[in-house]
């Protein structure tokens, strides 16, 4: 992103979520990734993104997501869980690869978890809960019922 097309809500980014937006090549945020950022990097509101298929919704939510999970500089490392509940397990695989590519080299785990994944990656993430897990309504409630946090 150029100097002359960055925004307010660019530079209230962390700079690591800077750098994967650079790494794009982007010369600009979409509006609703514009709109969106500020809500979500506040520390007390909700919101609901809205637009349409391809528009940079999942971007408008894990850009600002990403930059509080990594905290206020450049060596803060994850503190801190994100819970994405999705209905379909499809939607779950398509966001993880999604989320995998912006997190490359950001150091938060992406997780998901439903029917096909193996024991081993949800033991694994339940002994150090951070970073993001996708997951099912219905392993959600597994994970409630079975381990009780």
């Known amino acids: ?3 002359d097309a960055a925004s307010q809500v660019f530079d209230s980014l962390h700079p ?19 709109e ?10 909700d919101l609901i993104i809205a637009a ?9 939510a894990f850009l600002p997501i990403l930059s509080r999970l ?11 869980l994100v819970l994405y509940i999705s209905p379909l397990k499809a939607l779950i695989n398509d ?3 999604r989320l995998e590519l912006m997190t490359e080299g950001i150091e938060i785990p992406v ?3 439903h029917g096909d994944i193996n024991r081993k990656d949800k033991q694994q993430f339940l002994k150090k809960s951070q970073g993001i897990l996708l ?5 959600l409630e597994s994970i409630l019922v079975n381990h009780g946090h």
């Open 16 to 34: 690591k979520v800077q750098k994967w937006i650079w790494r794009q090549g982007w010369n600009s945020l979409r509006k609703v990734q514009e």
């Open 36 to 45: 969106a950022a500020p809500t979500l990097l506040s520390e007390d509101s």
């Open 70 to 80: 990594l905290g206020p500089d450049e060596s803060t490392e994850c503190d801190g």
């Open 135 to 139: 997951i099912t309504p219905e392993s």
């Open 95 to 97: 966001q993880f690869q």
């Open 1 to 3: 992103m150029s100097a």
């Open 111 to 113: 997780v998901p978890w």
């Open 52 to 60: 349409a298929t391809a528009g940079g919704k999942t971007e408008a």
